[in-house]
C-alpha cells in the first residue's frame, strides 16, 4: 500500500473481520528514504550543512509499489522538483523528475535495525530516474548501482 507517509505491507487476516487497524510486516517511510536512501543523485553526493541534514532532499511521493518475482519491491517516486548537490567545491541546483527503483525488501522488515547504521548499502537498485522522460517515449536515464548508507 502507498500512502503520502511511505510505502507499507500489511498483514490481512484470511479469516474473521478485519478491524481498524492491520499488522505492518514490511514498510518503507518518507523519513526513511529522505534520510537513508537517497543521498545521491547522478554521480553526486546530496548538499548538506556538514552536520549531515541535507540543504534541499529529493522528497518521496511513492506513488505504485510491487512485489517482483525474486522478492524485491519496484516503487515509483512522483516526486518531482530540485535538490541541490556538492559538484567539486560548489552547491549545484539539479532537477529531479521522478523515478523508478528496485528495493531489496529484505533489509526493511520489523526484524532489520533500520534506523540505525547498519542498513545494507546494496539494497537499492535505481531503475529509472527520469520519468518525464519515459512519458515522452524518450530514452530514460539510467543508473544502477550501490547507494550510500549515510
Same mark, same amino acid.
Given at each position: 500500500?502507498?500512502? =503520502? $507517509? !511511505?510505502?507499507? %505491507?500489511?498483514q490481512v487476516p484470511l479469516t474473521g473481520t478485519v478491524g481498524d487497524t492491520l499488522p505492518v510486516t514490511w514498510m518503507l517511510t518518507n523519513e526513511m528514504y529522505t534520510d537513508q536512501i537517497r543521498r545521491r543523485i547522478g554521480g553526486n553526493d546530496?548538499?548538506?550543512?556538514?552536520? #549531515? *541534514?541535507l540543504l534541499r532532499p529529493i522528497l518521496f511521493k511513492p506513488r505504485q509499489a510491487r512485489y517482483l518475482p525474486n522478492g524485491n519491491v519496484?516503487?515509483?517516486? #512522483?516526486? *518531482?522538483? $530540485?535538490?541541490?548537490? /556538492?559538484?567539486?567545491? =560548489?552547491?549545484?541546483e539539479r532537477e529531479f523528475p521522478g523515478e523508478v527503483f528496485e528495493l531489496?525488501?529484505?533489509?526493511y522488515t520489523r526484524e532489520t535495525t533500520w534506523a540505525s547504521? $547498519?542498513?545494507?548499502s546494496c539494497g537499492v537498485r535505481w531503475i529509472a530516474q527520469n520519468l518525464a522522460a519515459r512519458r515522452n517515449c524518450a530514452s530514460p536515464? /539510467?543508473? $544502477? !548501482? %550501490?547507494? =550510500?548508507? /549515510?
Open positions: 500500500m502507498t500512502t =503520502s $507517509t !511511505g510505502v507499507y %505491507e500489511l546530496l548538499a548538506d550543512d556538514g552536520n #549531515g *541534514n519496484l516503487i515509483v517516486n #512522483g516526486y *518531482n522538483g $530540485t535538490t541541490l548537490v /556538492r559538484s567539486g567545491n =560548489s552547491v549545484v531489496n525488501a529484505h533489509y547504521a $547498519t542498513l545494507p536515464a /539510467r543508473q $544502477t !548501482g %550501490e547507494v =550510500s548508507k /549515510r
